[in-house]
C-alpha cells in the first residue's frame, strides 16, 4: 500500500473516509464471454482453480504461482510502502466496498480476486482535475519476504498531466489488482518496474480506464522474479488513445509473462503496443499474449501490436501470441506482427566490418534492440536502472561465451 498513514489496518474513521468516486464503468462494457476473456467477476469462487489446461493458463507453470492461487488464512501482510507525492495527489485509505466501487472492472483470474479480496490495505491514489504534476509521483514497495495482496485505484482527474511511479522491489510472494481510472482529456505516463529479488513471485491484474480524449503511456520493465501479469486497456469515450510500452529479461529458470488485452469499445480510439524482451540461460521462458478486441461500435480506431524476443543462448523458450478481433470492417488500421530469435547476422557483420570486436557488436545491438523502450521512460534515474541491469545480464552472457571459447 502507498503510505498515506502507517502501515497498520484502517480504523473504523478511516474506513469512514468519504471519497469521490468515479463511474464504474465495468458495467457499462459488454461481458464477454469466451476462453479468451473470462467473465469479470469479485467473487473468489467465479473463478475456479486452474487446471493448466484453460485457455488462459495454459502457458503458466502453476506450481510456482500455486502460494497466489490461495487463500491464505494467516500471515498475508502487505509491502514496506515508501512514496514521494505532491501537493494535492492525495493517497487514502479506503474500504472493500469502496474499492470495488471505484475499479475499473472486477477480476478476471483467480489471482487478483484473491487480492483484491484479502488485501490487509486498499488504497486509492487521487490526481485532482486541471492539475499539472511536473514530478514524477513515485511509490516503492519493497518486499521482506513474506506474502503480501494489495488493491490500488488510482483516479486522475479531467484534464489532468501526471506521470506515476509503481516499483517493487526485494523479496516476496506477491499479488495484486490495479485499477488506473484516467479522466476526459487527461494525459498520464505510467511506469511500473518489476525488479524483484531471485525466488520472488508476482502476480496480479492491472487495468486502465481512458476518458474521452485522454493519452495514456505505460512503460512496463519486467526485470526479476517469476512474473505473470493480465493487463486490460478500455476506454470511456471516443478518442481516447493509449501506447502500451514494454521490456522484460528472463534468466535462467525464470517465468516472465505479460498478457495485454485492448478493449476497443468506442470509436475513433487509438491503441499501439510495444513488447521487447531478452531471454539468457537454460529454462528462461517469457510468454507474451496480446490480444486486441475491435467492436462493432468501435469505427475508424487505429490499432498495432508488436512483440519482438531476443534469444541469448541456447535453452530458452519464447511464446509470443498475437491476436486480432474484429467486428467491424469500418477501421482506420489494424495489425500485428511478433518475431524471436538471435542476434541479426546484417547488423553484427556491419559492425564487425568496422573494426568493432564481436562481443561488442553483441552488445550494441542488445542495447538498440531496447533503446527504443527505454527512452519511452523519461525519468532518468529509471532509464539508468534499466540500463544498468541490462548491461549486468549481457556481461553475464558474455562471460559465459568467453569461458566456453577458453575450454574449447
Not at 2 to 7: D, G, K, S
Not at 192 to 197: M, N, R
Not at 206 to 226: C, E, M, N, P, W
Not at 370 to 381: N, T
Request: charged share 25%.
Amino acid at each position: 500500500m502507498p503510505p498515506t498513514a502507517p502501515l497498520t489496518s484502517p480504523t473504523k474513521e478511516e474506513e469512514l473516509t468519504t471519497i469521490t468516486e468515479a463511474p464504474n464503468v465495468a458495467a457499462a462494457i459488454e461481458t464477454l464471454e469466451s476462453h479468451l476473456h473470462p467473465t469479470p467477476s469479485w467473487t473468489v469462487e467465479d473463478h475456479p482453480q486452474p487446471t493448466g489446461r484453460e485457455e488462459i493458463w495454459r502457458f503458466t507453470p502453476l506450481k510456482r504461482f500455486k502460494t497466489l492461487l490461495n487463500p491464505v488464512a494467516d500471515g498475508l501482510g502487505t509491502l514496506d510502502w515508501s512514496g514521494e507525492f505532491p501537493d494535492g495527489v492525495t493517497v487514502d485509505s479506503i474500504t472493500l466496498e469502496q474499492a470495488q466501487a471505484l475499479a475499473s472492472e472486477a477480476p478476471t483470474d483467480r489471482i487478483s480476486a484473491l487480492a483484491a479480496e484479502q488485501s490487509v490495505h486498499r488504497t486509492h491514489i487521487q490526481v485532482p482535475a486541471n492539475a499539472e504534476i511536473d514530478e514524477p509521483i513515485v511509490f516503492t514497495g519493497k518486499g521482506q519476504g513474506g506474502e503480501a495482496r494489495d488493491h490500488v485505484v488510482v483516479t486522475v482527474g479531467a484534464h489532468a498531466k501526471a506521470t506515476i511511479v509503481f516499483r517493487y522491489e526485494g523479496s516476496a510472494t506477491y499479488a495484486e489488482k490495479t485499477d488506473v481510472i484516467v479522466g476526459d482529456g487527461a494525459q498520464v505516463n505510467l511506469i511500473t518496474l518489476q525488479d524483484w529479488d531471485a525466488g520472488s513471485v508476482h502476480g496480479g491484474q492491472r487495468t486502465v480506464s481512458i476518458g474521452r480524449d485522454a493519452h495514456v503511456k505505460t512503460v512496463t520493465a519486467s526485470l526479476g522474479g517469476d512474473i505473470r501479469l493480465q493487463e486490460n486497456s478500455h476506454y470511456n469515450g471516443p478518442g481516447g488513445e493509449v501506447e502500451a510500452y514494454g521490456l522484460y529479461f528472463a534468466d535462467e529458470n525464470q517465468h516472465i509473462q505479460h498478457r495485454l488485452f485492448v478493449d476497443h469499445n468506442a470509436p475513433h480510439t487509438k491503441s499501439n503496443v510495444d513488447y521487447r524482451g531478452a531471454l539468457r540461460g537454460k529454462g528462461a521462458h517469457s510468454v507474451w499474449i496480446g490480444d486486441v478486441l475491435i467492436r462493432k461500435v468501435a469505427e475508424n480506431i487505429d490499432t498495432y501490436e508488436s512483440n519482438k524476443n531476443l534469444v541469448l543462448t541456447d535453452g530458452c523458450q519464447a511464446d509470443s501470441v498475437p491476436n486480432l478481433e474484429i467486428e467491424t470492417g469500418e477501421i482506420a488500421g489494424a495489425g500485428h506482427s511478433s518475431s524471436t530469435g538471435r542476434f541479426d547476422d546484417e547488423q553484427l557483420f556491419y559492425l564487425m566490418s568496422r573494426g568493432i570486436s564481436e562481443e561488442e557488436s553483441r552488445r550494441l545491438v542488445a542495447h538498440g534492440f531496447f533503446a527504443d523502450i527505454i527512452r519511452k521512460v523519461g525519468i532518468p534515474e529509471i532509464e539508468a536502472k534499466m540500463l544498468a541491469t541490462i548491461e549486468r545480464e549481457l556481461d553475464i552472457v558474455h562471460g559465459s561465451t568467453a569461458t566456453k571459447a577458453d575450454e574449447q
